[in-house]
């Protein structure tokens, strides 16, 4: 009892301390399933919480995780080139996570970044983020950008995205070179908002993608296997598309592949996720920032 009770006061002080402006991002109670696991994190001293991370020089992190169960909540970093790392972790929880403004030495740069050094081996669970790069919007050029909101190395364990934000990147949302999962996100960012390599996998549901304008909302390529990429209930179109124009399925002219990756891509026809009282995946709403799509939404 005293356990949970320390958990909720900490917790408290993590949500005042990242109070934002309304409709820009608010932190939210945890679940059932994300308090088992800040429990279980607690008792191994893994436990974070309320955290910020201001500018700092020489490729700076907002924080790097190696190794161990961890649960982090409330982490709000700006001005880093990484806003989280993790490497070689077991299961892994981070929830009401900011990160804004990369600045980086070079032209590479993530909100979060699974994998860079060693593989992680437990599920990792992202649960409301609102990730922001604040480039200065698509390049097309890997010699001169090469950032995204979320980059997933190869060999890594799942994982696991419930309602965020990827804006900003000069890259791209999600760069998947592994198994990702997401409900109820938001993905606008760079020249390629979605990339998927062969032998990686997205499931997406209840979420809304969007290309910059002449720029590509999903790209798939790669040598190593299938690209799979299954989604359901989503919407697709270009930034300042009005809600009414956006689509249920990808549009072709917003695709970019490469002709020698096979491709496995199909909108599902029933739910993915599990949506049981003790489930990660409580219904959820992508959310959207303001000045993406033009009209009411439907």
Not at 99 to 121: E, M, N, W
Not at 129 to 157: F, H, M, T
Not at 190 to 201: E, K
Request: proline content about 4%.
């Amino acid at each position: 009892m005293r356990l949970v009770l320390a958990i909720g006061l900490a917790l408290l002080a993590g949500a005042a301390a990242l109070a934002q402006p309304a409709g820009r991002f608010q932190a939210q109670r945890e679940s059932a399933f994300e308090a088992g696991l800040m429990q279980r994190a607690a008792a191994r001293d893994g436990l974070q919480t309320g955290i910020k991370a201001g500018p700092e020089g020489n490729n700076a992190r907002g924080l790097a995780l190696s190794g161990g169960d961890a649960a982090v909540v409330g982490l709000d970093v700006h001005g880093r080139k990484y806003g989280v790392s993790l490497d070689g972790t077991g299961d892994v929880l981070i929830k009401d996570f900011v990160f804004t403004d990369r600045q980086s030495k070079d032209i590479f740069g993530a909100g979060l970044i699974l994998g860079q050094k060693v593989p992680t081996r437990g599920q990792t669970w992202l649960s409301n983020a609102w990730i922001d790069l604040k480039g200065r919007g698509p390049i097309p050029d890997y010699k001169a950008a090469n950032n995204e909101a979320i980059s997933v190395e190869q060999g890594n364990g799942p994982l696991n995205v419930r309602r965020a934000v990827l804006i900003g990147g000069e890259e791209s949302g999600l760069d998947n070179k592994g198994d990702v999962r997401m409900d109820g996100v938001f993905i606008a960012s760079g020249h390629r908002s979605i990339r998927v390599w062969g032998g990686a996998r997205l499931v997406i549901a209840n979420s809304i993608v969007l290309a910059n304008r002449g720029h590509t909302a999903i790209w798939f390529g790669g040598e190593d296997g299938e690209a799979r990429f299954e989604y359901y209930n989503c919407l697709f179109g270009e930034v300042g598309d009005r809600w009414e124009d956006l689509s249920r399925d990808p549009p072709g002219s917003l695709i970019d592949r490469a002709d020698d990756v096979p491709l496995h891509m199909r909108r599902l026809q029933s739910d993915p996720f599990a949506r049981g009282r003790n489930s990660f995946w409580t219904p959820t709403e992508a959310p959207v920032p303001a000045g993406y799509l033009k009209g009411d939404r439907e």
